[in-house]
């Protein structure tokens, strides 16, 4: 399969090419990278190493603060999938060459901060100026947390019979983004207050707080059996992940998965705008925490993330592999694929040209 022109490489590329490379062999990597996981575990004998790495992305359309909440969240989110906040960080900053030392302060500054909210202190890291480097790719970071050996999850742990839950529901990041980037299409169509508004989407991006409260009821067979991001591909491709990493099947019930009304409104508003179909399932959606979770704690799980101020339903079960992957929908059931696009990009890039030309 060749490389998809935008986004994360799918699971068959990871598979013939970045799998069967991966270095030195060493047998303290007890999770290695493995699509479809947030992080890779190093066991250090009583205690384990998590970590994660990710690009800096920065949208100087966003806002520098804005801009830095969001690189650290999309690091420390994916940390915190294992039910274990993250701890230090690793920073590397690419930047343009017409960068100002003023942008670049505010950026850092901003970042340093929500690091310092989040517990997280920065070790080490690399910033300069290089020719080749822009938006919004700066460079990259490590988050790296420390576990117990047996206090963590991963997206591999999920068991036959739990049950699955989702928070937030669906297109968090997609109506987020597109509602910072371009409120003039949100404003023309539902009016400034309701494009004002939509703006708050942004701030959803973080799994952060769900992981760590849903962590709270306990782990593996006390309760939370694993948690995912899920990020491209949407909730779709995320709960593909999870049941592939696992091992296992799902049943999926579409009617019970809760959907914000004004990520809603965004959704056909930019459906209607670019003329693109935003299936927002399949749509990016950092911010969408998928957990597996024992059943007997299911409802207190749900109640607990509720209580927490974060939406939540269960939406399915875990069944064997065999099973497959199904959904559920006005009564009838079928597969489950695997999207085979990402339309939160299409949607993007035909939003800027059709405003670059209006």
Same mark, same amino acid.
């Given at each position: 399969?060749? #490389?998809?022109?935008?986004?994360? #490489?799918?699971?068959?590329? !990871?598979?013939?090419?970045? !799998?069967? =490379?991966?270095? $030195?062999?060493?047998?303290? /990597?007890?999770?290695?990278?493995?699509?479809? /996981?947030? !992080?890779?575990?190093?066991? &250090?004998?009583?205690?384990? &190493?998590?970590v994660k790495s990710d690009p800096i992305f920065v949208v100087p359309e966003y806002g520098w603060e804005r801009s830095a909440w969001f690189a650290v969240h999309i690091l420390a989110s994916d940390v915190a999938t294992s039910g274990v906040p993250a701890r230090y960080m690793a920073v590397d900053f690419n930047l343009p060459v017409d960068m100002k030392k003023e942008e670049f302060a505010t950026?850092?500054?901003? !970042?340093? =901060?929500?690091?310092?909210? &989040?517990?997280?202190?920065? /070790?080490?890291?690399?910033?300069?100026? %290089?020719?080749?480097?822009?938006?919004?790719?700066?460079?990259? *970071? $490590? *988050?790296?947390?420390?576990?117990?050996?047996?206090? %963590?999850?991963?997206?591999?742990?999920?068991?036959?019979?739990?049950? /699955?839950v989702v928070t937030k529901g669906p297109a968090i990041e997609t109506s987020g983004i597109l509602s910072v980037m371009f409120p003039q299409v949100l404003e023309e169509r539902y009016g400034k207050e309701f494009a004002l508004k939509a703006q708050e989407i942004f701030w959803l991006q973080s799994v952060v707080k769900d992981a760590l409260v849903a962590a709270s009821i306990g782990i593996r067979e006390d309760g939370v059996t694993a948690m995912h991001d899920a990020t491209e591909y949407g909730l779709w491709g995320g709960l593909h992940e999870v049941a592939t990493a696992s091992n296992v099947g799902m049943v999926i019930y579409k009617e019970r998965i809760p959907i914000r009304e004004d990520v809603k409104k965004v959704i056909r508003a930019f459906s209607d705008f670019t003329g693109?179909?935003?299936?927002? %399932?399949? *749509?990016?959606?950092?911010?969408?925490?998928?957990?597996?979770?024992?059943?007997?704690?299911?409802?207190?799980?749900? #109640?607990?993330?509720? =209580?927490?101020?974060?939406?939540?339903?269960?939406?399915?079960?875990?069944?064997?592999?065999?099973?497959?992957?199904r959904l559920v929908e006005d009564g009838s059931e079928r597969k489950l694929e695997y999207p085979e696009q990402d339309p939160f990009w299409p949607a993007f890039f035909r939003t800027v040209e059709l405003l670059k030309n209006k």
């Open positions: 399969m060749s #490389l998809p022109e935008l986004g994360k #490489l799918k699971a068959s590329v !990871f598979k013939e090419v970045i !799998f069967p =490379n991966l270095g $030195a062999e060493d047998e303290t /990597v007890i999770v290695k990278p493995t699509h479809g /996981v947030d !992080f890779g575990v190093v066991d &250090l004998g009583d205690r384990v &190493l998590i950026l850092w500054r901003a !970042f340093s =901060n929500e690091c310092k909210k &989040l517990g997280i202190s920065i /070790v080490s890291g690399h910033t300069g100026k %290089y020719e080749g480097c822009n938006y919004p790719m700066l460079g990259g *970071a $490590a *988050a790296i947390a420390i576990a117990d050996k047996n206090g %963590y999850v991963t997206s591999a742990m999920a068991k036959v019979g739990d049950k /699955v693109i179909d935003i299936d927002p %399932y399949k *749509a990016i959606s950092e911010g969408t925490l998928i957990i597996t979770v024992r059943p007997n704690k299911a409802d207190e799980l749900v #109640l607990k993330l509720k =209580n927490s101020g974060i939406e939540a339903a269960i939406i399915g079960e875990v069944v064997s592999k065999e099973e497959g992957i």
